[in-house]
């Protein structure tokens, strides 16, 4: 009897698993796909049975106020809801609230240390795709900017979105690393391809001036399309909207 009820037990905890990651899976297509508030819904469902990824993602929903109110200080709240899970995602926001001030005082160097910790322990690319952009922007006073240092790290991380992005940021920059179009457009293109819908947006600006490639208007009204309705990306809107008053005039 001891063994069938561990069975049956066994099956319900499994099944409770299983429907949590559905949720958060869903969650994730329905975010990708604009859908914010649906989204949040599924997120802060999966979250309330011990999701720690959820936690992280609904954090970042109240941090950007996508499909809620935003509110900075329920973003850490959440973020560190999800850290006690083991969320490396979530554990690197919140020592990026630390870093920046957001919903929380701001303790620069104590987030910086978190970061440093976690891209040493956890390995995880979250973490050191974090610690490349603290190298590419630097923090007064303790990271000097370290282009080189960023791409050594980004290389490990570029089958990542968000480490292909920062790579292709890296060449496309004035005052980056260096500036090569090229490389650019490919890591841009490989960053929307792994699902970073940011890169649309760079990939707009590219096509729209002609960096590394002929000036196409109409390109760059797709991808800045792309980047608005699958992100809600406010400054791809401004873009899209800059050139329709522009081809008005």
């Known amino acids: 009897m001891k063994k069938i009820a561990f069975r049956a037990i066994t099956i319900v905890v499994i099944a409770f698993l299983?429907?949590?990651?559905?949720?958060?899976?869903?969650?994730?297509?329905?975010?990708?796909?604009?859908?914010?508030?649906?989204?949040a819904e599924l997120y802060e469902q999966a979250a309330k049975h011990g999701d720690g990824y959820?936690?992280?993602?609904?954090g970042n929903c109240y941090q950007t106020g996508l499909g809620v109110d935003k509110d900075e200080e329920r973003a850490f709240d959440l973020y560190k809801k999800g850290a006690k899970e083991d969320c490396i995602q979530?554990?690197?926001?919140?020592?990026?609230?630390?870093i920046y001030?957001?919903?929380?005082?701001?303790?620069?160097?104590k987030g910086v240390k978190m970061i440093e910790n976690l891209a040493e322990e956890s390995k995880h690319p979250y973490a050191k795709e974090t610690l490349a952009s603290l190298y590419i922007f630097g923090i007064e006073g303790l990271i000097e900017k370290d282009y080189k240092k960023a791409l050594t790290i980004l290389?490990?991380?570029?089958?990542?979105?968000?480490?292909?992005?920062?790579?292709?940021?890296?060449?496309?920059?004035?005052?980056?690393?260096?500036?090569?179009?090229?490389?650019?457009?490919?890591?841009?293109?490989?960053?929307?391809?792994?699902?970073?819908?940011?890169?649309?947006?760079?990939?707009?600006?590219?096509?729209?001036?002609?960096?590394?490639v002929s000036p196409n208007i109409q390109e760059a009204i797709s991808?800045?399309?792309?980047?608005?309705?699958?992100?809600?990306?406010?400054?791809?809107?401004?873009?899209?909207?800059?050139?329709?008053y522009e081809n008005d005039s």
Do not use: H
């Open 54 to 58: 959820a936690w992280f993602r609904l």
């Open 101 to 109: 001030g957001k919903g929380i005082e701001k303790d620069e160097e």
């Open 155 to 212: 290389e490990e991380c570029k089958e990542e979105p968000y480490g292909a992005r920062l790579l292709g940021q890296l060449y496309f920059w004035d005052d980056g690393y260096e500036i090569d179009y090229p490389k650019a457009m490919e890591f841009f293109n490989k960053a929307y391809e792994l699902g970073d819908r940011y890169s649309a947006n760079l990939l707009g600006y590219m096509y729209q001036y002609g960096k590394g």
């Open 223 to 244: 991808w800045y399309t792309k980047a608005a309705n699958m992100r809600g990306n406010t400054q791809a809107m401004m873009n899209l909207a800059n050139i329709y």
């Open 18 to 39: 299983v429907s949590c990651g559905n949720k958060t899976k869903e969650a994730d297509e329905l975010r990708l796909q604009g859908e914010f508030e649906k989204a």
């Open 90 to 98: 979530a554990q690197v926001e919140e020592a990026r609230c630390y």
